[in-house]
């Protein structure tokens, strides 16, 4: 449930950042994009916080609600049956191998839509959307923020929810600030205190540089052209989304062929183009010697009684006079 809570917002938060990218650009296409952080900062943290959290990155929510995952996989692996034990690592390799590709994917989207430089005149262009848009996408980036470091409030009344749909005990899953997959013992996480240390990883080192640097500490910053390997650069030479995906293109070779060898794509578009061919031979014949026939002889039969209306009231009147006559007739007999 938890998880589930997790992709409603960041994968919500994502779509609402897409849409704000190509409002604005005007475009799908990620290779006409980039430089837009500069362009567009509210929606580009917005973005940026949803593909932390759905790369399950610490500390937002979907790092959380991934671990609890973990953890249930790790117990089911050790405390489950035969098949449990086997099936437990198997998903584990699989639940980490799809987080790798996600976080993969993610870097690729943000970095070449939002950094560098813009790769047309569009996206060049670019500016930011308008507040409704960037509070909705701020909205859903706080939660997900809040997910993650308010797991320690948040996870125990989940827990109650699944307890009471599952008809089964809540189990303790905090202490404090801390959370716990049922047992303290086997493992527990800090969101706040892992929060305050990834934020310090990156501010000790330059609080103490900027001490120690003093007005100097910029001379060695440089301005020019990226380096290309001796070479002169040239715009083509950027980094481009299917560049970045390359290696990953190499490495799943096997399995992108395999795929295309078990497409049932291409089997569905025989059969489909089999049954047309059938209907529209079977569909003359059905015509032809079923529906004309009955639309024929309805023709004819219409033709048949139409001698009856002549549009003369005493001649209804008469045929209403003969029906009752034959009504006596019949009742009487």
């Not at 900062?41 to 973990?70: D, H, K, Q």
């Not at 989304?241 to 569905?268: E, I, N």
Request: net charge positive; glycine share 8%.
């Amino acid at each position: 449930m938890y998880h589930l809570i997790n992709h409603a917002l960041f994968k919500g938060l994502l779509f609402l950042g897409a849409g704000a990218v190509i409002y604005r650009t005007q475009t799908k296409d990620m290779e006409q994009m980039g430089g837009l952080a500069k362009l567009m900062p509210r929606t580009a943290v917005a973005f940026l916080i949803g593909c932390m959290a759905i790369s399950a990155l610490p500390p937002l929510n979907g790092f959380v609600s991934e671990w609890f995952t973990y953890q249930s996989l790790f117990t089911m692996s050790h405390d489950g049956s035969v098949g449990l034990k086997l099936a437990g690592p198997a998903a584990i390799v699989m639940l980490a191998i799809t987080g790798a590709l996600a976080a993969m994917c993610f870097v690729k989207v943000y970095g070449i839509c939002f950094c560098g430089a813009p790769r047309s005149e569009k996206a060049a262009n670019a500016r930011e959307v308008p507040f409704s848009m960037t509070c909705a996408m701020w909205l859903l980036a706080i939660l997900c923020v809040l997910l993650g470091l308010g797991a320690s409030v948040i996870a125990p009344v989940i827990t109650n929810i699944a307890a009471q749909l599952s008809h089964t005990t809540a189990v303790a899953m905090a202490s404090g600030a801390s959370v716990f997959p049922g047992d303290a013992a086997q493992t527990s996480l800090n969101t706040p205190l892992l929060f305050i240390l990834l934020l310090a990883l990156p501010l000790l080192p330059l609080v103490i540089y900027s001490i120690k640097g003093g007005s100097d500490r910029l001379h060695f910053t440089r301005r020019g052209t990226p380096w290309a390997c001796g070479y002169g650069y040239e715009a083509p030479m950027a980094l481009s989304a299917g560049s970045f995906a390359q290696p990953l293109r190499v490495l799943f070779a096997p399995l992108y062929r395999l795929r295309k060898t078990l497409d049932p794509a291409p089997m569905l578009q025989r059969s489909l183009d089999a049954t047309t061919d059938a209907a529209a031979k079977v569909e003359p014949v059905w015509d032809e010697h079923l529906v004309m026939p009955v639309v024929n002889g309805v023709q004819r039969l219409s033709r048949l009684v139409q001698w009856i209306q002549y549009g003369d009231f005493r001649a209804y009147c008469l045929y209403v006079v003969a029906a009752l006559v034959v009504l006596l007739i019949v009742t009487m007999a």
